[in-house]
């Protein structure tokens, strides 16, 4: 099969880009499950190995760029980047577009869009998901053990309210354990106290090999989220780092976390957040680090991503539509 992979920013991204990270590695898995790529992105891209490449000038509005680059003998083309149905209709191949986040009110989405997750698929009315896959060699494979890690992590834009860092450092505050912090450089409070409190460290922004190190450091990654999660890349990068995850149970993250690997704590249960991080310190409450990266390996690998991706592309191409409503 010949796929058209688009996106509107670099593939892979110069430091972090959730997107454009799960596009870079859907170009891989579909390379090496023997179909031919061809990845439609701006300058500064840097596609894998055996991934053909098409540079967007942005001389034109996205959409008539990709329409205009799209090859007439490909079979489909994917979309990571909202396209309305009326610009889906235009095209001379048949269409998909993954949804990465939550739609705003009234927002409408093309019949052929693909969701990130159960739940979010659900709460937009919709059937079709795919959950996202990572690379797990951009993860540490000698992981440490339960022993050599130290206090929790927090890594998610920190300046995003929803995100929750002034409640995670709340907790490790009264649980009175260490927190490393990364993900940007705002609030200022939260990372002057990082630099001020015994434990506590602010990482700023992080990508590649810095981010696997902070991730694989903590006994857990904190992860108290106070909207509904399309899909939580970095719980899966935690749990590949052999780092379980305590989140509030919103949006996805009941997919991707069960009791072998962390626990979902209501937000509105304090006195038990700092419970379960009281007993991990303490060793009270212990998870394999094995256990947690083997079951991102088993459920959230690139590979994975790619064939439910076929999927997809097959009923697509079948003439089968999946925008049937729950």
Same mark, same amino acid.
């Given at each position: 099969?010949?796929?058209?992979?688009?996106?509107?920013?670099?593939?892979p991204?110069?430091?972090?880009?959730?997107t454009?990270?799960? %596009? &870079?590695?859907?170009?891989?898995g579909l390379?090496?499950?023997?179909?031919?790529?061809?990845?439609?992105?701006?300058?500064g891209? +840097?596609?894998?190995?055996?991934?053909?490449?098409?540079?967007?000038? /942005?001389?034109?509005?996205?959409?008539?760029?990709?329409? /205009?680059?799209t090859?007439?003998?490909?079979?489909?083309?994917?979309?990571?980047?909202?396209?309305s149905?009326?610009?889906?209709?235009?095209?001379?191949?048949?269409?998909?577009?993954?949804?990465?986040?939550?739609?705003?009110?009234?927002?409408?989405?093309?019949?052929?869009?693909?969701?990130?997750?159960? &739940?979010?698929?659900?709460?937009?009315?919709?059937?079709?998901?795919?959950?996202?896959?990572? &690379?797990?060699?951009?993860?540490?494979?000698?992981?440490?053990?339960?022993?050599?890690?130290?206090?929790?992590?927090?890594?998610? +834009?920190?300046?995003?309210?929803? +995100?929750?860092?002034?409640?995670?450092?709340?907790?490790?505050?009264?649980?009175?354990?260490?927190? /490393?912090?990364?993900?940007?450089?705002?609030?200022?409070?939260?990372?002057?106290?990082?630099?001020?409190?015994?434990?506590?460290?602010?990482?700023?922004?992080?990508?590649?090999?810095?981010?696997?190190?902070?991730?694989?450091?903590? +006994?857990?990654?904190?992860?108290p989220?106070?909207?509904?999660?399309?899909?939580?890349?970095?719980?899966?990068?935690?749990?590949?780092?052999?780092?379980?995850?305590?989140?509030?149970?919103?949006?996805?993250?009941?997919?991707?976390? &069960?009791?072998?690997?962390?626990?979902?704590?209501?937000?509105?249960?304090?006195v038990?957040?700092?419970?379960?991080?009281?007993?991990?310190?303490?060793?009270?409450?212990?998870?394999?680090?094995?256990?947690?990266r083997?079951? %991102?390996?088993?459920r959230?690998h690139?590979?994975?991503?790619?064939? /439910?991706?076929?999927?997809?592309y097959?009923?697509?191409? %079948?003439?089968?539509?999946?925008?049937?409503?729950?």
């Amino acid at each position: 099969m010949k796929i058209v992979i688009a996106h509107s920013r670099p593939v892979p991204p110069r430091h972090y880009g959730g997107t454009e990270r799960v %596009a &870079d590695w859907l170009c891989q898995g579909l390379i090496e499950l023997g179909h031919e790529v061809l990845l439609l992105a701006p300058a500064g891209s +840097k596609p894998r190995k055996g991934v053909r490449w098409i540079a967007l000038e /942005s001389r034109l509005p996205w959409h008539e760029e990709v329409l /205009s680059k799209t090859p007439e003998d490909a079979d489909v083309f994917h979309s990571m980047v909202p396209l309305s149905e009326t610009v889906e209709n235009r095209f001379h191949v048949p269409t998909v577009t993954t949804i990465h986040g939550n739609g705003k009110p009234h927002e409408r989405f093309s019949p052929w869009a693909i969701f990130v997750s159960d &739940d979010h698929a659900k709460r937009h009315g919709r059937r079709a998901y795919v959950h996202n896959g990572v &690379d797990p060699a951009e993860f540490p494979t000698v992981l440490k053990t339960e022993r050599e890690r130290r206090g929790l992590v927090f890594l998610a +834009k920190t300046s995003w309210k929803v +995100k929750n860092l002034r409640g995670a450092a709340s907790l490790a505050r009264q649980a009175g354990v260490g927190l /490393s912090i990364g993900g940007g450089q705002l609030p200022l409070r939260e990372r002057l106290e990082a630099a001020l409190r015994p434990g506590w460290k602010w990482w700023g922004p992080v990508a590649g090999d810095r981010k696997a190190r902070l991730l694989g450091s903590g +006994k857990a990654m904190i992860f108290p989220v106070l909207w509904d999660e399309p899909f939580g890349l970095v719980v899966i990068e935690s749990l590949l780092s052999g780092t379980p995850v305590l989140a509030t149970p919103r949006g996805s993250l009941p997919e991707l976390i &069960d009791s072998r690997v962390g626990r979902l704590i209501p937000w509105e249960e304090p006195v038990s957040w700092i419970e379960r991080i009281r007993e991990l310190e303490s060793g009270h409450l212990r998870f394999d680090p094995e256990c947690c990266r083997q079951l %991102a390996l088993d459920r959230f690998h690139y590979r994975k991503m790619a064939e /439910s991706y076929l999927t997809w592309y097959r009923r697509r191409l %079948a003439g089968g539509r999946w925008d049937e409503q729950v």
